[in-house]
């Protein structure tokens, strides 16, 4: 079955340094990539759309110029926190988009990164 | 503009008891439908989806959810629940009709879901 990995599954980092986590596709090709956060107890929230060799699309209310995203192939997606700080300690969790016959899509989720930032 | 509600934060359930998690949607156009479950730490695992067609959906682990179009509604459902079945249950619906959707997820809030033994 489709598998996507991330890379660091937990990262701490100190305050005002930047942390790159990566979303890659295992066995398939995925034009989109998304980009949710989530707090403690709370759902996921949709940070960015990726597709490959194009800008991220934010969703309201997310800094691009903090949320570094770059969709660098198919097969992978990063995520670059600038100048973390403690307020953007979260779960990240990525997602692949695969589009399947006819019209329709799967989206498989990555295991998601636990950023800490001290 | 699409959302998703999960109207019950914890749904505590003894095992062997069925376990229904409730789920109701609103979206301009024809709903996609999901069922995901999380447990500590780790990302979300699928269950099942409803797309077209039959409106009991049966998926992984023994779970199945019924689509409801006239009460907008998806509950997800197991007739046996085991301590195992302990986690974070979220609905997700994909909104066909938005032009500018991009096929995004909108996810309800999620439903602790917490079986005794």
């Known amino acids: 079955g489709a598998v996507v990995s991330q890379h660091p599954s937990w990262v701490i980092c100190k305050s005002g340094t930047s942390v790159k986590i990566e979303c890659r596709s295992l066995d398939f090709q995925a034009t989109t990539m998304f980009w949710y956060r989530q707090f403690p107890k709370q759902s996921l929230m949709l940070m960015a759309t990726s597709n490959e060799g194009s800008k991220a699309t934010y969703e309201q209310g997310v800094e691009k110029d903090k949320f570094l995203i770059n969709h660098a192939s198919l097969t992978l997606s990063t995520l670059t926190v600038t100048s973390a700080h403690p307020e953007d300690s979260s779960f990240y969790i990525c997602?692949?988009?695969?589009?399947?016959?006819?019209?329709?899509?799967?989206?498989?989720f990555g295991p998601g990164t636990r950023l800490t930032v001290t | 503009a699409q959302s998703v509600a999960q109207p019950e934060d914890q749904v505590n359930v003894a095992e062997g008891n069925p376990l229904t998690v409730k789920c109701t949607y609103s979206v301009s156009g024809n709903p996609y439908l999901f069922w995901y479950v999380q447990y500590p730490n780790r990302g979300l695992q699928f269950l099942l989806k409803y797309i077209t067609g039959d409106n009991l959906v049966k998926g992984s682990y023994g779970f199945e959810a019924e689509f409801n179009k006239s009460q907008t509604s998806f509950h997800l459902k197991k007739p046996s629940a085991l301590v195992s079945d302990s986690a974070l249950y979220f609905c997700?619906?994909?909104?066909?009709?938005?032009?500018?959707?991009?096929?995004?997820?909108?996810f309800g809030a999620g439903t602790q879901v917490v079986v005794t033994p």
């Open positions: 997700a619906v994909r909104d066909m009709g938005a032009t500018d959707s991009w096929g995004k997820l909108q």
């Open positions: 997602s692949a988009r695969v589009r399947l016959a006819g019209a329709s899509y799967e989206q498989y």
